[in-house]
C-alpha cells in the first residue's frame, strides 16, 4: 500500500491520458464549431403535431 498518499505509476498515467483525452476533445470541439454569425435561424417543424389532433 502507498501510505504517503502520492499516486501510483499507473494513476499518474491514467490521469495523464485522461487529460490527454480531455485536450482532444476540447480542440476536437473547438475545431467543429461554429460561428453564430454562419448559422441560421431554425425553421420550427410542426410534423410531430399531426398525430394530436
Do not use: C, F, H
Not at 501510483?8 to 453564430?36: N, W
Amino acid at each position: 500500500m502507498n501510505s504517503d498518499k502520492q499516486p501510483s505509476k499507473g494513476e499518474q498515467s491514467e490521469a495523464a491520458e485522461r487529460e490527454a483525452a480531455k485536450q482532444r476533445i476540447l480542440a476536437q470541439a473547438e475545431a467543429e464549431r461554429v460561428p453564430v454569425e454562419d448559422t441560421t435561424r431554425a425553421v420550427p417543424d410542426r410534423r410531430w403535431r399531426r398525430g394530436q389532433r
